[in-house]
């Protein structure tokens, strides 16, 4: 598993857990008790929760106030129209069709992400874990919120430099390949496919042992050595009896 895996994992398992603990502290308290001890959740996570059809923040804690830039007192004073500016308009049909599935007790995903527009028009993007309760007798959402905008951003990046590599590899003037310890080809690009006057469906997997010209061998070596190798020929690949 890569490191953008494990980070995406990791910030699951983190809403998961501060979700349960706070749900189950909403269920055991008494209603007079329940904002100090959501209070106590403020660490990473913004939590809110809506009521209504038609839904309406009735709490939100700081952290929610970071995130999204609006005081605790502005986001609990939003109308319906208001949050669904707040929320990317690429997003809101999924956003509001899966708030109404949960209130309705229907199968709907726990945990997904969505954008917003911060008060300040920033756009971040944030991963949700909600579930449904009972708050002060009314059918209620609550929800764990965590900034993933800079996780984001790093998969933005990696995917356009691998794009980028992926548009010098095939297009390079010259011949690119890359072999594994054993000195199987792995990569390679059309030029070498050219250069070898074959197939890419002959290179796969081919042994560079193969190629007629036994001298590119100890070059072959040197570079698994970690070592510069030079050599200069002809390459052509073995004739198959």
């Not at 502290?25 to 106590?40: A, G, P, R």
């Not at 913004?46 to 609006?70: C, E, F, H, L, R």
């Not at 208001?82 to 999924?94: G, M, N, P, T």
């Amino acid at each position: 598993m890569n490191n953008k895996q494990n980070s995406s994992q990791d910030e699951i398992t983190i809403l998961k857990e501060q979700n349960e603990a706070l749900k189950k502290e909403l269920s055991d308290l008494k209603e007079n008790e329940i904002w100090i001890k959501t209070l106590t959740h403020q660490n990473i996570l913004g939590i809110i929760i809506a009521q209504g059809d038609k839904p309406q923040i009735i709490y939100a804690n700081d952290v929610m106030s970071t995130i999204s830039g609006y005081t605790t007192e502005e986001l609990t004073a939003l109308n319906t129209t208001q949050l669904k500016e707040i929320i990317f308009h690429e997003d809101r049909e999924i956003f509001f069709s899966r708030y109404q599935s949960r209130l309705n007790e229907q199968p709907v995903p726990r945990i997904y992400e969505f954008r917003i527009v911060r008060k300040d028009k920033l756009l971040r993007w944030l991963q949700i874990i909600a579930e449904k309760i009972t708050y002060k007798g009314k059918p209620s959402i609550i929800a764990s919120l965590l900034d993933i905008t800079e996780r984001k951003i790093i998969e933005f990046v990696l995917k356009k430099n691998e794009e980028q590599y992926r548009l010098l590899f095939n297009q390079s003037p010259v011949s690119i390949f890359y072999y594994n310890k054993n000195t199987i080809i792995t990569h390679f690009n059309d030029r070498f496919v050219n250069m070898l006057q074959s197939s890419r469906e002959e290179l796969y997997n081919v042994n560079l042992e193969e190629i007629v010209d036994e001298n590119i061998i100890p070059c072959i070596r040197s570079a698994l050595n970690g070592e510069e190798g030079f050599y200069e020929g002809s390459l052509r690949l073995k004739k198959k009896n």
